[in-house]
């Protein structure tokens, strides 16, 4: 796969990335909103979904959702 050319194909590639992660952890949007208080976020399943069906996904917020739902990392040719 290549690269994002554009910044709307890396939201929406960042995006879908989180989608597949929080399928392979079986984690529901409220699940992930739980697991983000662990990391000082206050989301929930309606601010989730949101983010991802507009890919307005933040930097920190993507880390932050990695990291909640155990993923051990992510190569860029991934996303």
């Not at 392979?24 to 739980?34: G, H, K, N, P």
């Not at 208080?37 to 917020?61: C, M, P, Q, W």
Request: avoid cysteine.
């Amino acid at each position: 796969m290549t690269f994002a050319t554009t910044e709307k194909e890396w939201a929406e590639r960042a995006a879908r990335h989180l989608k597949v992660e929080l399928k392979r952890a079986d984690l529901t949007y409220d699940e992930l909103a739980e697991r983000l208080k662990e990391h000082g976020f206050n989301e929930t399943k309606a601010s989730i979904a949101n983010k991802l069906a507009r890919a307005t996904v933040s930097a920190h917020f993507f880390l932050a959702a990695l990291a909640a739902t155990g993923s051990d990392g992510v190569k860029l040719e991934d996303i």
